[in-house]
């Protein structure tokens, strides 16, 4: 198993991706939703449609068994997760899963094309 540490003066790429769209939409501040989970709602859909919102877990938290009201869409920025049928959906991947069909799919994000 590979341990990252990250450093204040050296943090992963994703983390500053994110930091940044959150400072310049006035968004900063993480709610902790137990150890070692956190979200970041970004918005509300109407109708109680769902949100859209920001998912960070730190290395080694478990989710426990839960179930979702409609459909999830969720990119992984970095790192990885296990879920609950032994899949891994890592850094790059998308993860949908379809409340109708009970069916997770896992595709990985488009490659960049080469200059030719």
Do not use: C, Y
């Amino acid at each position: 198993m590979t341990t990252t540490t990250t450093t204040m003066n050296n943090p992963p790429l994703a983390d500053v991706i994110v930091a940044q769209a959150l400072e310049r939409a006035g968004l900063a501040d993480w709610i902790p939703e137990g150890e070692g989970k956190w979200s970041l709602p970004i918005q509300f859909l109407p109708d109680d449609a769902g949100w859209v919102g920001l998912m960070r877990l730190s290395p080694g938290t478990r989710l426990g068994l839960h179930r979702h009201t409609g459909e999830v869409h969720a990119l992984t920025l970095a790192g990885e997760r296990r879920l609950n049928d032994g899949r891994v959906v890592r850094s790059g991947e998308w993860l949908v899963v379809e409340l109708a069909a009970r069916e997770i799919r896992i595709s990985r994000a488009p490659q960049e094309r080469s200059a030719a």
